[in-house]
């Protein structure tokens, strides 16, 4: 119980150990990859390139590196995180890539090809050409593309005081690529066989290639509804919910439906999704999976229709834009549907839910005698949300 006032409660949370096992697996992974972070050496003896085990980039939305940790930990039974950086991770595995693919709360899947020094000025964009002429691609292209053309595309980023613009970068590499590969040629966004990234921070550059399409994150053709979450930020707050087989799942704002669908990625009993909107219900019907013990319903989640203690598991995306509801209708929102969950999770169930009105939602959980607990915050689209976890 909460005695404290409303932020105070929510500091002293913070601070305290999770019961959730997931939560406790997370909080390990993140002090792994903090102890275990590398900086690449100099030239080419980055202690990568001598490695016989792949390495891979994943890139997530910022804040979510510690669940994908922990997802990659637990998927991947070889993984060795190598280092994690601002939206991205660096992982060793011999695992197929369609075993790497299982990976859902990842945006985008690289190999890693090299990490080498890169000079600040303009003049230092000649020595990443002859970089690029005699750099090792045979980690990047398949068998099946050996001997044919290909048509590529280098995207790169930087960060630090430079010269050149990142426009600079990607002419320059393939510039070099094409001395390298006379047959192949550059191809366009939208049309092209692999597509290399560039990213040079300050002085250090990581040369890498894409391994999935934008299907992977976007879960191939959905209908989304107003403030639909990105399929691998709903898979992210699923994950962090600890799923279990005998779940009966609830998401009370489902939208489109993106966190129930991703909730059926593993073994469950029950799946609710509700939502006040019918077109949101109709979208939501639409872009479930055909699988049994699913249900999509038009339900007000001030006024749930469901039994008391029958919910072990609630992940939603909480309504908190004041371009979709007023201040005043965020705090009545948000007591009256606490007061509805109280009624209906389970003793010691959780919710895990995403909203940038932390401390409204606190307000509303003391009232009812529940901890929260803020996990971690987000960067989306302009806001910064934080994930919180609501304990029964």
Not at 59 to 75: C, F, N, R, S, V
Not at 327 to 341: A, C, F, G, T, V
Request: net charge neutral.
């Amino acid at each position: 119980m909460n005695t404290g006032s409303g932020k105070t409660a929510l500091n002293r949370a913070a601070r305290s150990s999770n019961t959730n096992s997931s939560n406790k697996r997370i909080d390990a992974a993140s002090e792994k990859n903090r102890n275990t972070n590398q900086r690449a050496g100099n030239g080419n003896v980055h202690p990568w390139n001598a490695a016989n085990t792949p390495v891979f980039m994943a890139t997530m939305l910022t804040g979510l590196e510690p669940i994908a940790a922990d997802e990659i930990q637990t998927k991947i039974s070889d993984a060795q995180i190598k280092e994690t950086g601002r939206g991205k991770l660096f992982f060793a595995s011999r695992q197929p890539v369609e075993t790497l693919t299982a990976l859902r709360s990842i945006d985008n899947l690289y190999i890693w090809i090299a990490s080498f020094p890169i000079g600040p000025h303009k003049i230092h964009l000649h020595d990443l050409e002859k970089q690029m002429e005699t750099i090792d691609l045979s980690k990047a292209v398949p068998e099946s593309l050996t001997g044919r053309p290909v048509t590529f595309t280098v995207n790169s980023s930087r960060a630090g005081k430079h010269t050149y613009s990142r426009f600079d970068l990607s002419d320059a590499a393939a510039r070099g690529l094409l001395k390298q590969r006379p047959d192949w040629a550059l191809g366009t966004p939208e049309d092209h066989m692999l597509e290399f990234r560039l990213d040079v921070q300050h002085e250090q550059a990581i040369f890498s290639c894409r391994l999935t399409s934008a299907e992977f994150r976007f879960r191939g053709e959905r209908m989304f509804s107003r403030a639909a979450l990105r399929p691998t930020i709903a898979h992210a707050l699923v994950w962090l919910s600890n799923p279990q087989p005998g779940d009966w799942f609830l998401d009370p704002f489902c939208g489109s439906g993106t966190i129930a669908a991703e909730r059926a990625f593993y073994p469950y009993a029950q799946i609710f999704g509700s939502d006040v909107s019918a077109e949101a219900v109709e979208a939501a019907k639409q872009n479930m999976p055909d699988l049994p013990g699913i249900s999509i319903h038009q339900w007000d989640a001030r006024e749930l229709p469901l039994d008391p203690g029958s919910i072990d598991t609630v992940v939603s995306n909480l309504p908190f834009g004041e371009q979709i509801l007023t201040p005043e209708e965020i705090n009545d929102l948000y007591l009256r549907w606490i007061r509805q969950l109280k009624r209906i999770v389970k003793p010691n169930g959780t919710a895990i839910v995403l909203t940038t009105k932390v401390e409204e939602l606190q307000k509303a959980a003391d009232r009812f005698s529940l901890d929260c607990y803020e996990l971690m915050g987000l960067s989306l689209k302009g806001l910064h949300p934080s994930i919180c976890k609501l304990q029964f």
